[in-house]
């Protein structure tokens, strides 16, 4: 949680105005459509397209920075002239995600590490310059959730640059986090205050306790070797569903898509549980078993990425455990590390 | 670095770069020089790698083994794949991808007044080349020099001319050796390791660089362990599957190291606590 740099209280229909507001200025605006009962981000052309009853989107807010796939380089072969490569188009429109959670605003700061150190990407740096994202607290959660087990909270206004509290009315009170933020809010003024108290609707109650991070991670810097991987992967299918919906997981395959004249080099998300992430073209694989790469996973979110930058890479939305057809549950195995580690 | 890969611009895209000499040296690898169409020099170090790709068939880290020196570099590229098999198929005059220098290099500058071993195992002598190379032109600045090489047989063989220049040279030591021998060999035969005993290392003042494949690793170093060499002395180029080379993709992560940046050169004292490395 931050201190906002100002409270905005807003009246019902705030969302219609900003929508109205945001397409008169040509912004794009992504928010949570419910299809078939998933909630996914969608451009709306008007707020009451948006859902009202969510708990979370199916896709991480992250596809929006780091879409499942995009191209990178276009070639081209002219006759007789030589191939040329150039740099794709940058889809870098100016939008604003409305209706992100917490949990996932919250892994914007791990997309963002990764994308900008050493060398920086283009690609995501400019997406992301040209994004505002307008979180909402949580009032809803269900039996996945873990926001709580990570540090974070239903109604974390960190990552945002313009919060949202719901109030019952539909009013909401917006907390502007920054300059991006103060620009959206500007949008709204005239928009009807609300009247009466500023009662809010009551932030979701996640379950899960907060885990002892640090633990798990002591144990996992001295359990490279323990049963422990062989016993948890033994169910895992190595489908990749739970890093593909992972906020902050970011690995990508680069390929070429082509015909015999034109194409393009288009990057793809992948997955560290893919039997072929790590496999040579001389066949030697580093890691060669399935327990090897589940090993990885927990490892890179719990030991690696803190051990390199500082912060370790999950936020507890749980849509890992809600997606994995083989019921693997990460509470589980933080809890069973931790049992472990005591 | 004289060409458009920056580090905050774009990184993905590759420059045109023209074949413009090709050799056979192995029924499997082949010698490929490369000169990028701007005519500028690649700029890498020794032990370094570039992303080499053609339109359609994508892109693959290969180690450059060249000296920096000139207006072109030069590739081994063995025939594994779709696109290192297109590549065997390409004519001079062809045009090509490639994107970098990237990754660390062996710093033999930092050797200079000091004993140099190259351990190096069949196409693990590409990446080790230019490092060779490298002390070989600057040879009085160094102590005493030695090459071992080791491959599976006698075709296999990368960079014979060389081989011949290192072995007739009275300031290097190089010895080689095969695992399977044919009738017209007379070298020796067995594993790279059984040639370490034969030559002598004074272990405080040599760097040793080790290039090869991942089971020769294993073997070298339990040896230079037996030869007292610390493990601070030791560079290894490690092999990974690289995709971005630019720190972002994962797929070449070691832990939390990327291979791609913090690699592929590594001092051994780095990594060998690390699991999965070696």
Known sequence: MTDPREKLVVGAGWQEKLVDALHGDNVRVLAPVLTEGTAEFREISAAAEMATEWINTRTPVKAVLFPRTEALVEFERRPGEDVQFTAADNEAVPTVVLGARPCDLNALDVLDTVFNWDYRDKLYAERRAATTFVGVACTRSDEACFCTGMGGRADDNEGSDLFVRPMPDGGAVLEVMNERGAALAKRLDGAAPAVGTEELVPPAQVGAGPFDTEKVKEWLDTHFDDDFWTDMSLKCLGCGACSYLCPTCHCFDIVDESDWRKGQRRRNWDCCSFAQFTKHASGHNPRPEQHSRCRNRIMHKFKYFIDRFGRKACVGCGRCIRVCGAGQDLVDILAEITTAAS | MAQNLTKSGDIYVPQIATLVRKERLTELETFFEIQLESNQPLGHRPGQFVMVSLPGLGEAPISVSSRPVGNTFELVVRRIGRLTTAMHRMEVGDKLGIRGPFGTDFPVNT??????????????????????????????????????????????????????????????????????????????????TTLIPKIEIAPERTAVVVCGPPIMYKFVLMELYQQNVPKENIYVSLERRMKCGVGKCGHCQINGLYTCLDGPVFRYADVSDVREAI
């Open chain 2, 111 to 192: 050797f200079r007044g000091q004993d140099v071993l190259f351990i190096c195992g069949g196409i693990g002598l590409v990446p080790v080349r230019g490092a060779i190379l490298e002390v070989l032109a600057n040879r009085a600045a160094y102590g005493h020099v030695a090459i071992l090489y080791g491959t599976r047989g006698p075709s296999e063989r990368l960079f014979v001319d060389d081989l011949a220049r290192w072995k007739a040279r009275e300031d290097v030591t190089f010895l080689e050796t095969v695992d399977r021998g044919s009738d017209a060999w007379d070298g020796n035969v067995g594993v790279i």
